[in-house]
């Protein structure tokens, strides 16, 4: 009888975690690694068993069998066959951040049951009772494939960036054990990209694991951890069905990527039109920068972001014509004059009465009148109304022609008083393109000569001056100016502007392909920029090629290596989306779904990730609905001039707006917007006319 009693209690020591959420805590023996076996047959060559999808849904029902009192699985003979290599069990959408247990068993159908019921025994009622009330909850496994011994030396360990969220950390200690996974590096907050702590943060991973055993004990100053990585898979949304769809996981996002169809690239901007005016205060405040894994928003703000995003939601209104779209860029735009100055200005080429934003620190920044024209100019095309603010447009136009210096060169941080020097003698690669733009479209529709005039001047010293003699490894992104010289060319028929054009696109292609070596190792390096990655950049060169293809469109040239080039860019920049099946980790669903992140290893999302983004994907489903079927859509210079001769588009059926809204609904419910727009509508009905409905709960700031 002894035997038997410690025989099983060297079992409950081996498949026996500690877990979170109030549990209690158990130490678990073993390593990290778990049994031994062939590796190969996990995780190496072609077609690892791990990235098998069928392999693991036999792993998922064999944890739903156990958590979720489903069937017994009878098919496991795929994990039966697998090395009991260390399986984690994790159940989000309980208790947060998760509830997770691990277990090491003979095969890996073993491993997954006793990581499973180690989840079970602390919390399978409180599991259960989630489910009944109908709970978003879903399963992560994480399956661990090598491990390396590591010592933590310093406050920070800084990793080369790439490697960041692909590891975990198991630590040992005085008898008990504790870890933690590779995702909830970035899930936890452990990972900070601040420049000063930049890297794992000593103090927030100690938190971490003595949170998920608070028994561990003082850890010493030198810590010893066995770095293991793994291949996790997550549960997609379950709405409506009684076993989700898995999808492999690479950090916090999905391993594949998407194939590019209209319907999706359409959907991903709706949802994101979503997020965005869900975060615009009844004021017209837009929130800036919000951090899922801390539930906080930033305090800062940023008035040239304020209006480039509210010109991306005007655009999401030219393609969808919803209105509560509209509405919540009216009130942005309102808010926005508020914060904005007048006087009356003179440059070399004209001026006149003038607005202008006054930022924080008291600089004056052109890109700041430059986006908030473009806004304006996006806002006359999607509603077909071009008086409502054109006093205000003519005002910001005059500003950025008075701060065109004799050259052709602007001055980037104009004066705060008309005669005055320069706010700073900075420089910036992003405001002229911006000013141009906006000038080269309020000419459009408002054919003042000096517009274009200027417009001409400033992209002549771009190209004649500051990138005079650059190849494409010397040019800079400016996708600004990739987007208003589409406007010039289509315009003017300059052949300069033509080729200066397909020239940034070759430097996109240049920065592109200085990835490629590294996507071999790092999967989610394809299509992005930087190292690592981020959605932005990708964005910001995902509109400019868009814009490239609107050039070669109006030249009548095939530029498909363009065309190649958008399309990983766009797939690169889907990964970073916060859409519903990567809905199981955010402490926040609601102010957290349908937001673009910062990239690999940023989850923060900021209003011009969002905007730049959309942008980008709703002027790819532009292109391919052209090349597709030869439908026009709105956006671009071709659509700018159809549409002042008077074609018009009418944007999404109700009911199909309502399928590609339905999940916003249901993570979010309806935004002041919305309930705004349907009280207007129901004021109409009975006799009134559209104005204030009111000021609904204000959104979330």
């Known amino acids: 009888m002894k035997h038997l009693r410690f025989l099983l209690a060297l079992l409950l020591l081996v498949s026996a975690i500690s877990c979170n959420g109030g549990g209690g805590a158990q130490s678990v023996s073993g390593t990290a690694l778990g049994a031994s076996g062939q590796d190969d047959l996990l995780w190496k060559g072609a077609a690892p068993a791990l990235g098998d999808k069928a392999t693991m849904r036999s792993a998922f029902d064999v944890a739903r069998s156990v958590l979720f009192d489903a069937p017994s699985p009878t098919g496991t003979g795929a994990t039966d066959a697998l090395p009991g290599r260390r399986a984690f069990v994790c159940v989000y959408g309980v208790e947060h951040p998760n509830l997770c247990g691990t277990g090491a068993g003979e095969n890996l159908t073993g491993s997954v049951r006793l990581a499973a019921e180690s989840v079970n025994e602390a919390h399978g009622s409180a599991i259960r009772d989630a489910r009944k009330q109908g709970k978003d909850v879903r399963i992560k ?143 017209g405040k837009i929130r800036y920068q919000y951090y899922p894994s801390t539930d906080r928003d930033s305090s800062s703000y940023n008035l040239l972001r304020h209006g480039g995003t509210t010109y991306s939601i005007l655009q999401a209104y030219d393609r969808t014509k919803y209105e509560p779209y509209r509405l919540a860029s009216e009130a942005a735009i309102e808010y926005l004059f508020a914060k904005c100055k007048e006087d009356v200005r003179q440059g070399p080429y004209g001026g006149g ?209 363009v065309w190649d080039l958008l399309q990983e860019t766009i797939r690169h920049e889907h990964l970073s989306q916060y859409d519903k099946d990567l809905m199981w980790w955010p402490r926040n669903r609601a102010k957290t779904f349908g937001g673009w992140n910062g990239g690999l290893i940023d989850v923060s999302i900021r209003n011009d990730f969002v905007q730049h983004n959309m942008s980008a994907v709703l002027g790819n489903e532009r292109h391919l609905a052209y090349r597709t079927r030869q439908e026009e859509l709105p956006g671009g210079p071709i659509w700018t001039q159809l549409n002042l001769k008077g074609q018009t588009y009418d944007g999404v059926p109700p009911e199909k707006m309502k399928e590609l809204r339905a999940d916003s609904v249901r993570y979010r419910g309806e935004t002041l917007w919305e309930k705004r727009w349907t009280r207007m509508q129901e004021q109409a009905a009975n006799g009134g006319s559209e104005g204030d409905a009111g000021d609904e709960t204000p959104a979330p700031q």
């Not at 998920?212 to 709405?239: C, K, M, Q, S």
């Not at 052709?408 to 008309?418: D, M, Q, V």
């Not at 033509?498 to 920065?511: D, K, T």
Request: aromatic residues 12%; charged residues 30%.
């Open 141 to 283: 496994i994480d399956v661990v494939t090598r491990v390396t011994n590591k010592t933590f030396k310093r406050e920070v360990e800084k990793p080369k960036k790439r490697r960041v969220a692909l590891y975990g950390y198991w630590v040992e200690n005085e008898g008990n054990t504790s870890y933690v996974l590779p995702s909830e590096l970035l899930e936890r907050h452990i990972f900070d990209e601040k420049k000063k702590y930049r890297g794992i943060r000593r103090d927030r991973l100690v938190k971490a694991l003595k949170n998920r055993n608070p028994d561990l004990g003082a850890l010493p100053e030198e810590l010893a951890y066995d770095r293991f990585y793994t291949i996790p898979w997550v549960e997609g949304d379950p709405y409506g069905v009684d076993t989700p769809d898995i999808l492999r996981l690479y950090r916090l996002h999905r391993w594949e990527f998407d194939d590019l169809t209209e319907e999706l690239m359409l959907q991903r901007s709706v949802w994101a039109a979503d997020y965005l005016i869900s975060s615009i205060s009844s004021q």
């Open 353 to 561: 009465p003038t607005k202008w934003i006054l930022s924080p620190g008291k600089k004056v920044k052109l890109g700041g009148a430059g986006l908030a024209l473009v806004m304006l100019d996006a806002y006359g095309e999607s509603t077909g109304n071009y008086d409502k603010f054109r006093e205000d447009a003519r005002k910001f136009g005059n500003f950025l022609v008075a701060s065109l210096k004799e050259d052709g060169e602007f001055i980037y941080f104009p004066a705060l008083t008309p005669d005055g020097p320069p706010t700073d003698t900075d420089d910036s690669a992003y405001y002229p393109g911006e000013a141009i733009l906006g000038l080269i479209r309020l000419h459009a529709w408002d054919p003042n000569p000096q517009w274009l005039e200027a417009a001409r001047r400033a992209s002549d010293w771009l190209i004649d001056v500051r990138d005079a003699g650059k190849d494409e490894k010397r040019l800079a992104n400016d996708h600004w100016l990739m987007i208003a010289l589409s406007y010039l060319y289509a315009e003017t028929k300059d052949d300069k502007y033509l080729q200066h054009s397909l020239n940034l696109a070759r430097a996109v292609e240049y920065q592109y392909k200085k990835n490629l070596k590294t996507a071999k190792e790092f999967k989610d390096f394809q299509g992005g920029y930087y190292d690592p990655p981020r959605s932005t950049p990708a964005a910001t060169r995902g509109e400019g090629l868009v814009a490239v293809m609107d050039t070669c469109r109006v030249a009548d040239i095939e530029c498909e290596w």
